[in-house]
């Protein structure tokens, strides 16, 4: 290339692999990748029921509040306009929440790498799964049909992630403040 080797081609011009070496690791041999995969996989698997059951509360919570004649709306308008019927976009809804529920859950997995700093698990999480929650508002209706709805629902999600960096930053500010006085 342009004559100035890295660490990595000495490395394997030397015979030798470091750890945490390569374009997708961090700092973790095949064997706990293949720990945290399948990690991503059992988390995604019990997050599916959690994502139902998150999007039948919301549906109820909707109702409740929103029903004038107490009538259980469990998709919007918008909804029914795309999928056809109310049971087909009921159904397409919880889909959708099975999905956002597996993504979320196997995205967890982020949290569980000890090497990283709070704000990378938070970033690697929010960038796994914000591409599915946004296309799955989208189709369900929930951001609106317009490029505004999508970006309110995007900015809406982005606040809840900021309000959590936030809350993790001075938790472990705390911590650390804590561990301090008893030095």
């Known amino acids: 290339m342009n004559g100035i080797e890295t660490p990595d081609m000495l490395d394997a011009r030397a015979g030798q692999e470091r750890p945490g070496s390569g374009w997708n690791s961090w700092s973790a041999t095949s064997d706990e990748h293949r720990r945290i995969l399948l990690e991503a996989v059992k988390r995604a698997a019990l997050g599916a029921p959690l994502g139902l059951a ?12 929103a029903s004038p004649d107490g ?9 029914i306009a795309r999928f056809g019927t109310e049971n087909m976009a009921a159904l ?21 790498i000890e090497d990283w700093p709070t704000l990378k698990q938070l970033a690697v999480h929010f960038l796994a799964t914000m ?11 929930w951001a609106g049909k317009e490029a505004s709805g999508l970006l309110g629902f995007f900015a809406l999600q982005l606040a809840i992630y900021v309000v959590i960096a936030v809350g993790a930053g001075l938790a472990e500010w705390r911590r650390v403040r804590q561990a301090n006085l008893l030095l």
């Open 54 to 65: 998150i999007v039948c509360a919301i549906g109820m919570g909707i109702s409740l509040a």
């Open 71 to 79: 009538s259980f709306l469990f998709v919007g308008p918008g909804a």
């Open 92 to 112: 397409a809804q919880m889909l959708l929440g099975v999905a956002i529920g597996m993504a979320f859950a196997g995205a967890s997995v982020a949290w569980g």
């Open 131 to 141: 591409p599915l929650l946004l296309g799955c508002g989208w189709l369900a209706g």
